[in-house]
């Protein structure tokens, strides 16, 4: 039997897009993302951007901006388990090494009255 040799993987930018998206909101108290505002930089930076994600790819890490719309909760604790479910989800499905993940929290949406 003859040995298969490995070839190349590749991992197109909206399916990271799309796991980050998926990510972010599986958190409890996230209740959608938010506009990533307009940045000059990002003519000199390679960013990929889409639906209130930048991520910034640099050999085989990433960083990783999420703004979000959440609920009046704990900001700083949902912040982290943003953090956490993000960057552990990219490890798994995609093996990439994940060197931030920044959350910007743009608006609280509150309960209506």
Known sequence: ME????GKI????????????????YTEGVVRMASVPPRVDRIFRRLIAGDGIELEIQGSCITIDVYLVVEAVDLMSLSHKVQKEVARTVDKLVGLEVEAVNVHIEDVAYPDA
């Open 3 to 6: 040995e298969v040799r490995e």
């Open 10 to 25: 590749t991992v197109g930018p909206q399916v990271l897009l799309d796991i980050v998206r998926q990510a972010a909101l």
